[in-house]
């Protein structure tokens, strides 16, 4: 099946700066890849997706990359703010609904 | 449109035994799916529901089981309990049709801790 790696599985940011947070899959027919955003004692909120037809995606503050060649995908998130500390997930889709998910990474920002 | 509802919120539960979960997708929604999340494992595929008829299914034992209503709602049951299955339990409801994929929304989770 498909294997989706995430980095960095810590991240720490000052308020106002960017964070980056990469993942990569192994399936080449992969073809969905959202984000998700969760805060303690809640489930996840879809917060951006991209399909394999689309190289770049906007959402105000937050933007997802895909490079289907090396097979990553990065969710980057300008001027943060300290509610976006949370844990953010990125999944990957080859058909269905059946997602695979990388294991997460825990996003800090300090004010 | 009211959000993904599970219930119990809440469930504690001894070894052996067997419990019912239970998820109202939004309104429309078709596809139902079910994943574990733990600590160590992270978000894994349970198994997915759509018009009734499970489609996918993750790597997980028997005892885990599942189906769906007409009203689309559906319930997990997993049997004979063990103390690995403690675990957030998390249903996501996608307005998927019978080809291609969509935006999956979660529900809040059931927290089960087996004892």
């Known amino acids: 099946g498909e294997n989706v790696e995430q980095h960095p599985s810590t991240l720490s940011v000052q308020e106002g700066d960017s964070a980056v947070i990469k993942c990569t899959y192994s399936d080449s027919a992969s073809n969905y890849f959202p984000w998700y955003k969760q805060e303690l004692g809640k489930g996840p909120q879809l917060i951006i997706d991209i399909r394999s037809n689309v190289g770049e995606k906007k959402d105000q503050r937050i933007a997802v990359t895909l490079n289907k060649t090396a097979k990553h995908f990065s969710l980057h998130i300008t001027e943060t703010q300290p509610e976006d500390s949370a844990v953010y997930f990125c999944a990957a889709s080859i058909r269905g609904n059946q997602f695979y998910f990388g294991t997460g990474t825990s996003l800090t920002v300090i004010p | 449109k009211a959000g993904v509802t599970q219930t119990p919120r809440y469930l504690i539960k001894t070894r052996g035994q067997q419990v019912t979960l239970s998820c109202s997708p939004i309104s429309g929604h078709r596809s139902v799916s079910w994943y574990q999340q733990t600590p160590g494992q992270g978000l894994q595929f349970l198994f997915e529901y759509f018009s009734e008829t499970q489609r996918n299914k993750g790597n997980f034992p028997g005892r885990f089981s599942g189906r769906q209503f007409s009203n689309s709602r559906s319930e997990m049951n997993v049997s004979t309990l063990e103390l690995g299955d403690s675990a957030l339990y998390l249903c996501?409801?996608?307005?998927?049709?019978?080809?291609?994929?969509?935006?999956?929304?979660f529900g809040p989770g059931t927290r089960l801790t087996v004892t």
């Open positions: 996501a409801s996608s307005p998927l049709s019978r080809t291609g994929t969509y935006e999956q929304y």
